[in-house]
């Protein structure tokens, strides 16, 4: 089945304790992006990555790491969580490869994880 | 950058009818327009898209229109549905993709029996 699966799901953690969230996707999607939904802001992209080894700020990364090394994979690292980064996160992927591209590159999203500091 | 907006952001109609959710955006340069409908618990899923050369499309009860000029397009629902209950995002981008895609705040649509 073709998916995004994102875990945790769910996670209570601390100031300060690093933690990563991790992503995968299964289609052999050039494109990851990472968004976090809050109430009154919508989906706002925190990092994307068009490959491997490529990588961009969105528009809200501060405090926030990616990685892709592997192409199905896209883990979004926050090196020390603080109160204002509890949110819903997602993960997504498409085919999407270059701009003009005629491929409209649906974004696949996964299920979610919701991130709580203390 | 570019910065859209959504409006209402709580939508509540009654079972067969319709329901109209708007947006604008600021970029003149943007060029495709994707709608996504998130359900509880799940993350968006794409609906209906548009590109800047279309200025109307639709797939069965759900329709797009797009006008360039006002910078504004608009997302109907017909013959609702209490399954169309969800909250519902659109989207703008630049790069005619899926990349770079800004989102409006959302509207969360309730359909009652």
């Known amino acids: 089945e073709a998916q995004v699966t994102q875990n945790p799901r769910y996670l209570i953690t601390v100031t300060g304790k690093k933690l990563t969230v991790t992503c995968s996707q299964n289609?052999?999607?050039?494109?990851m992006s990472w968004y976090r939904q809050d109430p009154g802001l919508g989906l706002r992209q925190i990092y994307y990555s068009m490959n491997v080894e490529v990588t961009d700020k969105g528009d809200v990364p501060e405090g926030y790491k990616v990685s892709r090394k592997e192409k199905r994979n896209f883990p979004l690292i926050l090196e020390s969580p603080s109160p204002n980064q509890t949110s819903l996160y997602f993960c997504?992927?498409?085919?999407?490869?270059?701009?003009?591209?005629?491929?409209?590159?649906?974004?696949?999203f996964g299920e979610g994880s919701r991130l709580t500091v203390l | 950058g570019e910065n859209v907006e959504q409006h209402p952001s709580t939508l509540s109609v009654q079972e067969g009818d319709s329901a109209v959710i708007k947006c604008t955006y600021s970029d003149s340069a943007s060029n495709y327009f994707p709608w996504y409908k998130q359900e509880l618990g799940k993350g968006p899923q794409l609906i209906i898209d548009i590109r800047s050369n279309v200025g109307e499309k639709k797939d069965q009860r759900i329709a797009v229109t797009l006008n360039k000029t006002a910078k504004h397009f608009s997302l109907h629902i017909t013959e609702t549905q209490p399954e169309d209950s969800a909250v519902y995002f659109c989207a703008a981008s630049t790069t005619g993709t899926a990349s770079k895609l800004t989102f409006g705040t959302g509207t969360r649509l309730q359909v009652t029996l």
């Open positions: 997504a992927s498409s085919p999407v490869r270059l701009a003009g591209d005629t491929n409209t590159g649906e974004l696949f």
């Open positions: 289609m052999n999607h050039e494109y």
